[in-house]
């Protein structure tokens, strides 16, 4: 499925939910993946840097994720910026054709899987995690230049409450909400056990689908480098909750961030095929 120039912003995600059995799949987080094939991201641009470095790379990572059965893949851009790359020596219309690159790869992938593949309608989109002021700034310029793509907005939190930025997730959702050009508001890149709450929180403010795409529940120790144990859910038991809790409390797309792989997209695809068959056979 592809957005062409027909399509309208306004139903364009619960088209497209509709087209996928009424809840879709994203991907799990990318530089975990590409870690796990030997990329070295010790560098400000982290995955990024595979855009430059390792093309073919980063096309794989896009497959392992379909194949594991995404509907939705994400641009390996989330460090990109034309700033990033002009402090790596890039030129500003170099800067801006890495950018580009990382949806031609997406594309790219996409079209392979198809190849390979004749049944389902995926597509892929875009996403950031921007704090509350950007998020206005956001709204209003897609607003104001009249931008007809559909886009979402999630939100992290580190304490279940508020977004990193301090601001109250209801207030950031409210934006969101009311922007017309937004086809989804969520959470990204947050422990497993605040999701409930904030999922709870955004349903307060918009009937618009929810996106959730949490981390493993671990902790990223900035000095040593490190990711910390803590309350980190398997795979099989990450998508249990994705069934037992956050579907059921209204939220329709599903994926993973940081140290979320292919397997944990895998086992959350089997477990929405699991209900969704025992739903058809009741």
């Known amino acids: 499925m592809g957005l062409g120039s027909e399509v309208k912003t306004s139903s364009f995600m619960s088209d497209f939910l509709e087209k996928c059995g009424g809840c879709a799949l994203l991907d799990g987080r990318f530089a ?19 855009l430059v470095s390792s093309p073919p790379l980063v096309r794989r990572v896009h497959l392992d994720y379909l194949d594991a059965g995404a509907n939705i893949i994400i641009t390996a851009s989330y460090h990109a ?17 890495l950018l580009r690159k990382s949806v031609e790869i997406a594309i790219e992938a996409r079209e392979i899987y198809f190849d390979k593949c004749t049944k389902g309608s995926w597509d892929f989109v875009d996403a950031g ?48 909400n009311a922007c017309k050009q937004v086809v989804a508001v969520g959470i990204n890149c947050t422990p497993p056990r605040f999701i409930q709450g904030l999922n709870s929180s955004i349903r307060k403010v918009t009937s618009k689908p929810i996106v959730i795409y949490p981390n493993s529940g671990e902790t990223y120790d900035g000095q040593s480098k490190q ?17 037992e809790k956050w579907r059921e409390a209204g939220a329709s797309l599903f994926g993973g961030c940081c140290r979320t792989t292919p397997n944990t ?3 959350i695809s089997k477990a929405l095929s699991n209900k969704s068959s025992a739903v058809n056979d009741a």
């Open 32 to 50: 975990t993946e590409l870690e796990r094939h030997g990329a070295d991201l010790n560098d400000p641009l982290r995955s990024a840097k595979c």
């Open 81 to 97: 910026t034309i700033q990033g790359f002009e402090a790596k020596g890039f030129s500003k219309e170099e800067a801006k054709a």
């Open 129 to 176: 995690k921007p704090s509350r002021h950007p998020v206005l700034a956001y709204a209003e310029l897609l607003e104001e230049e009249a931008i007809d793509i559909p886009a979402w907005f999630t939100f992290a939190s580190k304490d279940g409450i508020d977004v990193v930025s301090g601001d109250s997730i209801f207030e950031c959702a409210s934006i969101a």
């Open 227 to 243: 990711w910390i144990p803590s309350s980190g859910r398997v795979d099989e038991e990450f998508a249990e909750i994705v069934i």
């Open 265 to 267: 997209i895998r086992a």
